[in-house]
């Protein structure tokens, strides 16, 4: 049971998920993409309900547009964009998000 949210919890995420940014890019068997520090899937990016409205929102405040792509790229090269996304996965979704966290 997490005692400390995602603050306690981040760096140990970010070194399960990617070796702490060794590797930034994993393309998934379902043909996803887990992108940056945290490995956020690109699924996320575009989906319409609750997480997907809140990418929105952090994409737009970074400047970044709607394309998947820009999305992915902007996600693997910009490690604060990154924790800004898995804050608000976690947020939404808890550590359960991550397969690292089931």
């Known amino acids: 049971m997490l005692l400390f949210g995602f603050d306690g919890q981040k760096d140990g995420l970010a070194l399960l998920e990617s070796s702490n940014g060794k590797f930034k890019l994993h393309i998934n068997n379902n043909r996803t993409l887990d992108a940056g520090l945290y490995q956020i ?3 996320h990016f575009t989906e319409k309900d609750t997480v997907g409205r809140e990418f929105n929102r952090i994409f737009q405040k970074w400047g970044i547009g709607g ?3 820009e999305r992915v790229v ?3 090269v910009n490690d604060s964009l990154n924790e800004d996304l898995a804050r608000a996965l976690y947020n939404i979704r808890g550590i359960r998000a991550w397969v690292t966290g089931r």
């Open 67 to 69: 394309k998947l792509h």
């Open 41 to 43: 899937n690109s699924r």
């Open 74 to 76: 902007a996600a693997v």
